[in-house]
């Protein structure tokens, strides 16, 4: 099953959760359209990012970051997020946003080593690219995959009870850029409490 797709008006839900239930994530070209990039691009750094420097952790990450309830965050970066909401939930209606998170990655830095999003980010992770491009390595259940992520990208992410209470979310890397900035905006459903998964 090929996990990467061209984004077109004809790209359904149903194939996304089916690819995404099966493999572990999918890669949306182009599903932000140039337009929208600049606006939340523009949205996104006239507020003040917070350096986050854990590189001597046990996984390691560096980059800048802020973060909002869903209805609190700014007027096109929430537009965003009612379209990817629009794509996802008929045919997975449980799924809701209640917080979004950018990060802004630069040359240098760590950026993410490999890791699992929270247990607490349910059913699906979503995250689209913007300003520069970066590699994204990502375990998918038929292998592990490479993915240069380019301005517009969107990638949906198994998140903890899409497919039951087994625990299957991918492990993922997100690398800074070899030149430029890359900026990312992670939308998620975060429950209150963690939830009980199985290995």
């Known amino acids: 099953m090929i ?6 008006p004809n790209t359904t839900s149903e194939e996304c959760l089916k690819i995404v239930r099966e493999e572990g ?11 929208e990039q600049g606006e939340i691009t523009h949205e996104v750094l006239s507020h003040e990012l ?3 420097d854990r590189s001597n952790h046990t996984i390691p990450e560096q980059f800048e970051d802020i973060g909002w309830q869903f209805r609190q965050s700014p007027p096109h970066v929430f537009a965003l997020g ?19 998170r950018a990060q802004l990655y630069q040359p240098g830095e760590v950026g993410i080593e490999w890791h699992r999003d929270y247990k607490r980010d349910l059913r699906m992770v979503a995250v689209a690219s913007f300003m520069g491009s970066a590699p994204f390595d990502i375990q998918l259940d038929s292998g592990e995959v490479s ?53």
């Open 82 to 100: 009612r379209r990817v909401c629009s794509l996802v939930r008929p045919e997975l209606s449980s799924w809701f946003v209640n917080h979004v």
């Open 147 to 199: 993915w240069e992520l380019l301005p517009g990208d969107l990638v949906l992410m198994r998140g903890a009870l899409l497919n039951g209470r087994q625990d299957d979310r991918p492990k993922h890397r997100v690398s800074a850029p070899d030149t430029g900035k890359r900026l990312s905006i992670a939308y998620r459903q975060v429950a209150s409490e963690v939830p009980e998964l199985e290995d």
């Open 50 to 52: 917070t350096p986050v």
């Open 25 to 35: 994530a999918i890669l949306l070209r182009d599903f932000v359209n140039n337009e």
């Open 3 to 8: 996990a990467e797709r061209q984004y077109t």
